[in-house]
């Protein structure tokens, strides 16, 4: 018997837009039912650290590292809602994707390749992160922090540095083989990333080896730049900041793909 | 083009660590014809359905789905490929209409066809008074009716679907059957793994059976009873004692016998006169093949 030979479009390649926005149009499509509840968290959560940091803390401390401290912990938060709207959701939406609503195995059955799933995926909780991510800055302002121009680049610097964590996330999931495993990846790594990224007091205070282990933390190059947009740029330093951010989106991404290749395709 | 495949696997082996759940499995799937994955669970049909979408990646063997190599070319088959889970995978928080909004996207439908797209797999689920709801609201019939009309909004060429009827009620699987049945008259090629006989013996033009990962017959319905099963058999009713004594006397009068769970059948009885107990004379079928090949005990 002769095999079917139907006409032949173009080879599919790698990385195709239509498989991308297929992808991205079953995230936007699904936010609609739940966009409430994802921006209330994203919105009250920066707020509540903004309020108990700034007003607790502020109380004690009026002014570190030359910035007012509402200032300086405003800038600082917009880190931390980048990580709760893309690492956090990373890592358990797509591990309930998997195990539990087997989306995946219906999206790889259309024509859409894990390294387009995971780059779509990833994308677009990059792009909630950019949004999210300024909301702190937002509030800040409301508290007595004054709009720079500077301030406009922060969607840009949330959306990269939400990119790598997404991603991050993502990985964790997918090397993950329960939700149990995320408690070790949430206090062994996310917790002290979080608390050592200058958000809350400035790195200069720890002891030196710390700050150089600061200096390696993805978080640590978001706070900074975001604290650069509003209050001046530092130059090379904030180019160099912005590099390292790209390259730690960038490896995050290839390792989400690697671990998630291992979980979908056996 | 009545000679031409849609589905043809040579030889294919997956293996998981020490377990090979497909073994040297021969396939094949004429354009147009609604052939069936017959077998027991754990007889490979899950892992050949993955196969073919490339979710799973054959250790040995050629596969190729419409022409396309897999897993090489398996992009090219999946956008004319159409595919029902086993499981559902609906999104359970959106309507009818966005879950097929959704995979008209994902199956790369141009936005002038979309709407036309999701009009007409709602008609052909019998959804189309329920576009506005949310899935979480539709009955378990409802449900897989969605997942078959999700699989057809881009009129795929074969359409694999995998137990499309497992753990519903009678009424809600015949249903699915005039469904499914509707598909294959409009040409569609089906590739439909069951471990339903019944489901099998009415929509299938031909019947694969599997066990432990190979294919152990393949035929036409009617031809694999006739071939493995006879055309009449014999129901025995009795305490188990009497039931072994049917089996032993039937064995040595050289007829095949399967247990029913609370009967015997004794197979072939239609040249067998004499040879064969009393008992409820019946036509032989599907089931009794599938019991033969697959054997009767539970793995």
């Known amino acids: 018997m002769a095999i079917a030979t139907p006409p032949r479009p173009a080879r599919l390649g790698r990385l195709e837009r239509p498989a991308l926005t297929g992808v991205l149009v079953r995230e936007i499509v699904n936010y609609s039912s739940y966009w409430r509840a994802s921006t209330f968290s994203s919105t009250v959560e920066p707020t509540i650290y903004l309020l108990a940091f700034g007003f607790g803390f502020g109380s004690l401390v009026s002014e570190i590292a030359g910035y007012e401290y509402v200032e300086f912990v405003g800038t600082g938060t917009v880190a931390t809602a980048v990580l709760f709207s893309s690492a956090f959701p990373a890592m358990f939406g797509t591990f309930v994707k998997y195990q539990f609503q087997r989306t995946y195995d219906a999206v790889l059955a259309a024509p859409v390749d894990t390294e387009e799933l995971v780059t779509a995926e990833a994308l677009w909780m990059a792009i909630r992160a950019g949004v999210y991510g300024c909301v702190p800055l937002v509030v800040a302002v409301f508290f007595g922090l004054d709009p720079a121009w500077g301030m406009l680049t922060v969607p840009g610097i949330a959306f990269v540095a939400g990119f790598g964590w997404a991603c991050f996330g993502i990985s964790v999931a997918g090397f993950a083989s329960s939700f149990e495993n995320f408690n070790y990846v949430v206090s062994a790594v996310l917790t002290p990333l979080f608390l050592v990224a200058g958000t809350f007091f400035p790195l200069s205070e720890l002891p030196e080896w710390a700050q150089i282990a600061g200096e390696l933390n993805p978080l640590h190059h978001c706070v900074e730049l975001v604290r650069h947009a509003a209050f001046g740029w530092d130059g090379w330093t904030d180019l160099v900041r912005l590099g390292a951010l790209v390259l730690f989106g960038l490896v995050m991404w290839r390792i989400a793909i690697y671990a998630m290749t291992r979980k979908l395709v056996d | ?299």
């Not at chain 2, 959704?102 to 141009?110: A, D, N, Q, S």
């Not at chain 2, 060429?157 to 995998?162: H, Y």
């Not at chain 2, 009617?222 to 009795?238: P, S």
């Open chain 2, 1 to 299: 083009m009545s000679a031409d495949l849609a589905i043809r696997l040579r030889g294919v082996v997956k293996r998981y660590g020490s377990i090979t759940a497909v073994d040297g499995l021969d396939l094949e799937v004429p354009v147009g014809t609604c052939v069936g994955l017959l077998g027991p669970n754990g007889a490979g049909k899950s892992t050949t359905m993955r196969l073919l979408t490339a979710q799973a990646i054959a250790d040995e063997g050629d596969l190729e789905v419409l022409g396309y190599r897999l897993p090489e070319e398996s992009k090219q088959a999946r956008a004319q490929l159409g595919v029902t889970p086993q499981l559902d995978n609906l999104d359970t928080t959106l309507t009818v209409e966005q879950n097929l909004l959704v995979f008209t996207h994902l199956y790369r439908i141009g936005r002038a066809d979309r709407r036309a797209a999701i009009a007409r797999a709602l008609a052909m689920a019998n959804l189309v008074g329920r576009r506005e709801s949310r899935v979480d609201k539709l009955s378990g019939g409802m449900r897989r009716r969605l997942l078959i009309a999700r699989a057809l909004v881009h009129r795929p060429r074969l359409v694999l679907l995998d137990e499309p009827t497992v753990g519903l009620d009678p009424q809600v699987r015949q249903e699915l059957w005039a469904l499914i049945d509707a598909l294959r008259a409009e040409g569609t090629t089906i590739l439909m793994s069951t471990h339903y006989i019944e489901e099998a013996q009415r929509l299938a033009d031909t019947v694969l059976i599997m066990s432990h990962g190979s294919a152990v017959a393949a035929g036409p319905p009617a031809q694999l009873v006739a071939e493995h099963a006879g055309r009449e058999a014999v129901e025995v009713y009795g305490p188990p004692p009497r039931l072994a004594e049917v089996e032993t006397a039937a064995r040595t009068a050289g007829l095949r016998t399967r247990r029913t769970g609370t009967s015997v059948s004794v197979l072939g009885v239609e040249g067998a006169d004499g040879r064969a107990p009393e008992g409820e004379r019946r036509p032989a079928n599907l089931e009794d093949v599938f019991v033969l090949l697959t054997g009767e005990e539970i793995a």
